[in-house]
């Protein structure tokens, strides 16, 4: 079983609409859920962080976490085309405090104007 | 402008060259990290460094050695390169704990 689960996608939206990214996770002792959007051809960059359960609102961006269900999502409101990337999860290694993160493979968002 | 350099964007080797992948980071973070990403596989870490003076394998340390030069720099090196190590490395920069990371642009890397 892979330590962060995501589905690669892609995943195709029209502008406009909300764009829903899920991911899984299976340390139960992790602590700290991220969410990175990469463009092709460019380096990850760091858009929502949370550590508690619940939602955590940014903008257009809401990440919602649920520690019982080993379960982090991602969802974004009035998908524009710029929004287009790749979305890629990353969990926290929960047995240090090294600040090592765990990738998933990364879902790929696709906004149709 | 603050952040974290990587140096060089491209590279072509023969297989058996070696090279050293050079990251500094000018954001006066504690760890320093060297994933590499590959089609299909994600971001795999190769080795971390938690704080000056320490190293640590990741996932993935076969066939590379790093070495934490001081607080702001942290170099990859591949000692005898092989096809199977191309790929993009990204080399990341963050606070101990449990905080995300910064990444640098990346370096291409293929070997032929």
């Known amino acids: 079983q892979k330590e962060v689960e995501q589905n690669s996608g892609p995943l195709s939206v029209p502008e406009g609409a909300i764009a829903s990214l899920n991911c899984t996770y299976s340390?139960?002792?992790?602590?700290?859920f991220f969410w990175y959007r990469q463009y092709s051809g460019k380096s990850p960059e760091l858009i929502m962080s949370i550590y508690s359960n619940g939602d955590k609102e940014d903008g257009r961006f809401t990440a919602q976490l649920n520690k019982a269900s080993q379960y982090v999502s991602l969802l974004i409101r009035d998908s524009q085309p710029s929004d287009s990337a790749t979305y890629l999860c990353?969990?926290?290694?929960?047995?240090?405090?090294?600040?090592?993160?765990?990738f998933g493979q990364g879902t790929t968002l696709q906004v149709k104007p | 402008n603050a952040g974290v350099t990587q140096t060089p964007k491209f590279q072509v080797l023969k297989t058996g060259q070696s090279m050293t992948l050079q990251c500094a980071q000018d954001m006066n973070h504690n760890s320093m990290y060297w994933y590499r990403q590959d089609p299909g596989m994600g971001l795999r870490l190769i080795y971390y460094?938690?704080?000056?003076?320490?190293?640590d394998k990741g996932e993935v340390p076969n066939g590379y050695n790093v070495s934490r030069l001081n607080k702001r720099e942290f170099s990859l090196r591949l000692e005898s390169a092989a096809p199977s190590q191309t790929s993009v490395y990204f080399c990341?920069?963050?606070?101990?704990?449990?905080?995300?990371?910064?990444f640098g642009s990346g370096t291409r890397l293929t070997v032929v």
């Open positions: 990341a920069s963050g606070r101990t704990g449990l905080y995300g990371y910064t």
């Open positions: 460094s938690a704080s000056e003076g320490t190293t």
């Open positions: 340390d139960r002792g992790s602590q700290s």
């Open positions: 990353a969990v926290n290694s929960g047995s240090s405090n090294t600040g090592k993160l765990i």
